[in-house]
């Protein structure tokens, strides 16, 4: 796992207030509105606000690439080339 | 700004003289003329507030006074500075400085917060009765929700304090909260409420777009239009009425083909043949040209269980998909996170900022297990029901 994919863990623990190794633990394909993860839209918008504000990288922008918030391992592919 | 909040001083605006020098543990009658001005206030949406110079004990007494003590949300009684007492209430309440005026007899108390809150409006007692008699600080109320305003904030004291001493999990408290939504089609009645939703939303509000009144008024009644309404009650009250849309019902006639509008009339607003109207299999699309949820009830996914009911009913009527505009140049980003997250994708380029996203209505729908979902024409039903409960238990 890459740096990139570590860090969107630790992130999603802490918007979800969840134990950030159960987080790390998980598999890449899971689901992040699915019923492990149940990412709320207010926990997503922070986020990618929190993605934005590490890699530089604005998922929201003209909504273009919010279809990377599907799993884990597609919103890192995104930000990881989008970081180039 | 609109007037929010009234943050009282107590000891010589609220009553005469000093309470803690009083020598029995009573507090002062109060000014009657103060008492009507709290009424008015109540009655025009705007909420009463204290920040008193004191000992912290008389919070107490005040609580416990019969006259006074339910007037109040969120007082602040110390021997601290006014204007840091005045930035707890706004905090607490959610509003802005600027919604805010404050009313003190000392003029030394008046001086030292318009020097460090600006934005305030400090006012002596007599200036607030006569800019409140000659209506120049808040207008009538425009509506009914409007005038339920300082009801809400006591009902939501009372909610988050019921979620601070709560020992389960957020989704238990959730259910633990009774909420019911009663969804329905827009009458006349509900016009002013949707003219209020299109200005106040901000966070759950797919466009933005302003649609003038007698335009709104239009849909209602055009078949080829449909308006629902949502309304959520819990166990501690009423939020009122807090989503809408408005939404075109494809013409399952003919495919491709959706009704004229746009919020100026024929012609206006976004390309509307992109991707609109054809489900690509014969069968009609719904469109949400607007879609509107109140922050008031923030974190209960209310906007998903009113999607989902509104998926039901396009469904129901045999359409294939429900498409949506969004702008995303708008401080809306939860919501378009929450398109997402309740199967939205993207359809096609409207506009500069203007997106159509679009999920198909077979298979499973979102479904939210703390909110309760009852119709509208059924809500008297559902009470004998919940009646009959109550004499079971």
């Known amino acids: 796992m890459d740096v990139v994919e570590t860090e969107i863990r630790a992130m999603l623990a802490r918007v979800l207030d969840r134990d950030p190794a159960l987080v790390a633990g998980l598999p890449a394909g899971t689901e992040l509105f699915g019923p492990e993860l149940n990412l709320t839209s207010l926990a997503g918008a922070r986020l990618l606000a929190g993605v934005q504000e590490r890699f530089g990288v604005d998922v929201a922008a003209e909504d273009w690439a919010l279809e990377s918030l599907t799993s884990i391992g597609t919103l890192a592919d995104f930000v990881r080339r989008a970081a180039g | ?393």
Not at chain 2, 157 to 167: D, I, K
Request: hydrophobic share 40%.
């Open chain 2, 1 to 393: 700004m609109t007037v929010k909040c009234v943050v009282w001083d107590l000891d010589g605006t609220v009553w005469p003289g000093v309470a803690i020098e009083n020598a029995t543990r009573e507090l002062p009658e109060p000014f009657p003329r103060a008492l009507a001005a709290m009424t008015a206030l109540e009655e025009r949406g705007v909420v009463n507030s204290v920040a008193s110079r004191t000992d912290p004990s008389m919070a107490e007494l005040l609580a416990a006074d019969p006259g006074l003590g339910k007037r109040f949300v969120v007082p602040q009684l110390s021997w601290g500075d006014k204007d840091r007492a005045i930035l707890r209430i706004v905090d607490e309440l959610g509003i802005s400085p600027s919604a805010t005026v404050f009313v003190d007899d000392n003029p030394f108390e008046r001086a030292q917060v318009a020097a460090l809150l600006p934005e305030v409006r400090v006012l002596a007692p007599d200036e607030l009765y006569a800019q409140l008699d000659a209506g120049t600080l808040v207008p009538a109320p425009a509506t009914e929700e409007a005038r339920r305003r300082v009801d809400r904030y006591r009902e939501e004291q009372a909610r988050r304090a019921a979620e601070q001493e709560f020992t389960g999990s957020r989704e238990e408290f959730l259910r633990a909260c009774g909420m019911v939504l009663t969804v329905g089609t827009a009458g006349p009645g509900d016009l002013p409420r949707i003219g209020e939703l299109t200005e106040r939303t901000h966070r759950f509000n797919t466009t933005g777009e302003q649609w003038p009144a007698d335009r709104l008024a239009g849909l209602i009644d055009d078949p080829r239009w449909f308006v629902p309404v949502a309304r959520l009650t819990d166990r501690f009250g009423d939020y009122g009425l807090i989503s809408t849309a408005l939404v075109e019902r494809g013409d399952p006639a003919r495919p491709g083909n959706v009704a004229p509008g746009g919020p100026e009339g024929a012609g206006a607003g976004p390309d509307r043949a992109a991707g609109a109207g054809s489900g690509g299999n014969g069968r009609s699309d719904w469109r949400l040209r607007l879609f509107m949820s109140s922050c008031r009830a923030a974190g209960r996914d209310v906007p998903v269980a009113v999607l989902a009911w509104i998926m039901r009913e396009a469904r129901a009527a045999g359409a294939a998909r429900l498409l949506v505009d969004i702008r995303t140049d708008l401080a809306n980003l939860e919501l378009r996170v929450l398109l997402r997250r309740t199967g939205f994708g993207r359809v096609a380029v409207t506009g500069e900022h203007g997106l159509l996203l679009g999920r198909e209505l077979a298979g499973e729908l979102p479904v939210v297990p703390h909110l309760q979902v009852v119709p509208q024409d059924r809500v008297v039903a559902q009470d004998r029901v919940v009646a009959q409960d109550r004499v079971v238990q």
